[in-house]
């Protein structure tokens, strides 16, 4: 059976620009396939309408609220957690929250600019916006 390709929303498109971006800079050469997610890049650059006002700004706070979750996930998802503490991990873990939420409404306000209001985002038990 062949699978046909699936329209994404922008706002998901965008979100998964910056996060292969990210991989691309800062995952080791031996764990990545770096062609593989310059290709990637190039599949969700190519549904990204840069011209429309404020994407550069959209995209680039993304980028940089996608750096800051993946560095307060970062010695956690390594596994090296173990002598950080629940004081530490509950803090990071809602710092996280936090980051999350501001994630959520920048990819908001992408679907409100291309006009699909259809794919904004609402997080179960906190607010979004």
Known sequence: MKVQPV??????????????????????????????LRRQIRYY????????PGMADFLCNLLEINASIWDA?????????????????????????DLNRIRVRIKNQIADLVNQSDFVDCKMNHASS
């Open 73 to 97: 996930e970062a010695t956690i998802r390594q596994g090296l957690d173990a002598d950080l503490g629940l004081s530490e991990i509950g803090t990071r873990a809602i710092r996280i929250r």
């Open 45 to 52: 650059d190519s549904g990204i309408d840069r011209s429309l």
């Open 7 to 36: 329209a994404m929303p922008v706002c998901e498109l965008c979100d998964r620009y910056t996060i292969a971006q990210l991989k691309l800079e800062r995952l080791p050469d031996s764990e990545i396939d770096k062609e593989g």
